[in-house]
Each structure stands twice: as C-alpha cells, then as structure tokens.
C-alpha cells in the first residue's frame, strides 16, 4: 500500500445511502508510516484503518461513519507536533490516535491537552505519556509492568544473576524501560553488572559488546527499538555472546528477524498479543487482518492500533456525542472493555491495566511462550 501524507478513510465498505449523507466523525492518526521507525506505525495504522472499515460497515456510531485522517510523522523528532496541530486547528478532529512511540507521544500530548480533545496512544508505555494531561489516554500496559515483567521472567525462567543493560539513552521508551527493569531485578537480588549506553541510530555496539564480554554477564537486556535490537543481537553472536538477548515491546516488527537473521534465534521479548491466542476474538481480528491486508499476519502493533480506535468508538457511543470534555469522561471510565489485547480498564491516570506476552524466535518465526498478568 503507498502512503501519502493525508489519507482519508471515510467509507471503505459499502454502507447504506443515509449513512453516506450524514456528516463524518474526523478522527486523527499520527503515525510513523516512513523512516526508521515505520514498522511500528504502519502496523498500528493497518489495524486503525481495519477498525474504522468495520465500524463504518455496521453504520458507524450514532448513525455517523467515522473519517480517518493519518498523517505521516516520517519518524522525525518534531514532526508529530506539527501534524498535531493541522490536524487539531485544520481538520477540527475529535480525537487523536497515536503515537507507537513514547518520545513522539510525548511530542503531541501537550498539544492535545491545551485543545482539550483527547489523545489515545496505542502502544506508548512511558509513563510520562499520560502524566502529561486527563485528556491523554493509552490501550497498552505501561513500562513499570512491562519491566517488572522481563526482571521476573530474567530471575525466573532465563535463571540470569548477573545481567548486562544497554539503554539507548536518546529514547524515553528505552531509559524508562531500562529504569524499571533494573529497580525489579536487583529488588528481587540479581545484579547489573554492567550498563552500556548508545543512541538511536548508532549502527555500530561492538565497544559495548565488548564491554559485556569482559563483564561475565548471564544474559543481556536491551530496551530498545527492532534496528538496534537486531544489530546488537548480530554484533553479539559475532564477539562470541552466546548468552540469552531479550528486551520490551519495541523488539515487535518483522524487521527483527529480517535485519538479525539467524543472531535473533532464542531471544526473547515482551509484547502486548500473540496471534497464536485461541481466543476467539484474537482469531477472528486475525483472520479479518489477513483478508484486508494480503495475508500479512497482524503484530501486536496492529492489534493495538486496531483496539484504541474501537475503544474510541465506544466511548463516543456511551458519550452521546463527540465534544472534548464529554468524550474525555467516557473514555475515562472505560471499564472492561473486550478488545484483541485483552480486557482495558482505564485506572485513574488513563492507563490500561492488562496481561503482558512473552515471546521468542524459534526457526525464523515468533513463537508464544508465556503470558503474565498484572
């Protein structure tokens, strides 16, 4: 699919003609659909567009179908709060949609807030994201569980003591992860024995990975993003670490597998869905994703995009109507809604409180391996 600046998805499916007459509902997606980061941002906006084609299919909410207008960040710092503000003073939106990543959401939020329409993000688990306003919501868990998670499953499963932590330290999503991560493990008696720092968009770790290697770790985090992760998997398997790799959701592309090959195998990382759940709900989203999509097999990215615009049409739905203040209330009291990541709870600073998956690389393909309630 190419994407351009401004795409409008208003009815995709066909619908009847007096849903066609009535005036659209604008909501706003802000995602990363080019540049470093594009993984991650055309996921989540093929799973935004695969829920608005449904919504519009049954006849929207309140008999309106919805307008789904997505810009392209292009994965640059700055860029989402110019687009936030077209979209928001421009388009007059109801909503905004995004970002995937932490450092980007943090870039909007402040915009939404001063406007009072409401922002949800689909996967940024920084928990500064929606300290920022009681506009500023997510669907996804937030790093202080996700790190809890990948300490318990370090100690417990992977039997790591003595664990090496390389943070890129020009991301919020990496620095907090790695925060929480290190405050569980050595709560629970392990040891970091070692923390390595890099940016993003630093191709080259072998002085760090060298630094590991002195270091006699167990195992190695890195709370990163895909690109790094699998170069640093690469470099590693090329010094002789032959230790256990893992990290957080921001491993979750395809990309990983495809840039880290065969150093990717038997790592691991912490996600928000596995299209391997037999749950019906996750079958069926998969199954719809595969039709739309040729065949593609949606990742957590997409099924969280997918999530927050439904979750967004169920609060419009309960608020009656569109306007900020009301909008901002019902979604705010969002209480076990049925999405594919599971069950959202809002809790009262508009996080969402629900299981965390681990999975691994086996024979070039994502495998479940656990999942971990909050």
């Excluded at 996600?271 to 996750?282: F, G, I, K, N, Q």
């Excluded at 705010?332 to 009262?348: L, Q, R, S």
Aim: net charge neutral; aromatic share 8%; proline share 5%.
């Amino acid at each position: 699919m190419k994407f351009v600046s401004l795409l409008r998805f208003a009815t995709l499916l066909a619908v009847s003609p007096a849903l066609h007459a009535a005036e659209p509902i604008k909501i706003g997606e802000i995602a990363s659909l080019t540049g470093k980061e594009a993984a991650f941002g055309q996921s989540s906006h093929k799973g935004t567009v695969l829920a608005v084609e449904q919504l519009n299919a049954v006849g929207g909410v309140l008999g309106r179908p919805f307008e789904l207008l997505s810009e392209d960040n292009q994965s640059k710092s700055g860029e989402s709060a110019t687009v936030a503000r077209k979209l928001l003073s421009r388009e007059k939106v109801v909503a905004l949609l995004g970002e995937v990543a932490s450092s980007r959401s943090l870039e909007m939020a402040p915009i939404a807030q001063r406007a009072k329409i409401p922002m949800i993000s689909p996967s940024s688990t920084n928990p500064k994201v929606t300290e920022v306003g009681d506009y500023i919501f997510r669907v996804c868990f937030i790093d202080p569980f996700q790190g809890t998670v990948m300490a318990k499953f370090a100690k417990e499963t992977l039997k790591a003591r003595r664990v090496a932590v390389l943070t890129s330290v020009s991301s919020a999503y990496s620095v907090g992860l790695a925060k929480y991560f290190k405050e569980r493990f050595l709560a629970d008696g392990g040891e970091i024995a070692l923390e390595q720092k890099f940016a993003e968009g630093d191709k080259d770790f072998k002085a760090q990975l060298t630094a590991v290697r002195a270091a006699g770790v167990d195992a190695i985090f890195v709370p990163g993003y895909y690109t790094e992760a699998a170069l640093i998997s690469r470099q590693a398997r090329e010094l002789g670490l032959a230790l256990p790799l893992f990290g957080g959701d921001g491993w979750e592309a395809p990309q990983l597998i495809e840039i880290g090959g065969k150093a990717v195998e038997g790592t691991y990382y912490s996600t928000h869905y596995s299209p391997e759940d037999t749950a019906p709900a996750v079958q069926a989203f998969v199954a719809a994703f595969r039709a739309r999509w040729n065949g593609e097999t949606p990742d957590a990215m997409a099924a969280l995009g997918y999530d927050s615009a439904c979750v967004l049409a169920d609060a419009i739905k309960r608020a009656g109507g569109t306007e900020g203040p009301a909008l901002r209330d019902a979604l705010a009291a969002t209480k076990g809604f049925a999405g594919v990541t599971g069950t959202t709870n809002m809790d009262p600073a508009r996080n969402a409180s629900k299981s965390a998956v681990i999975v691994t690389i086996k024979d070039g393909q994502f495998k479940f391996v656990q999942s971990v309630a909050p």
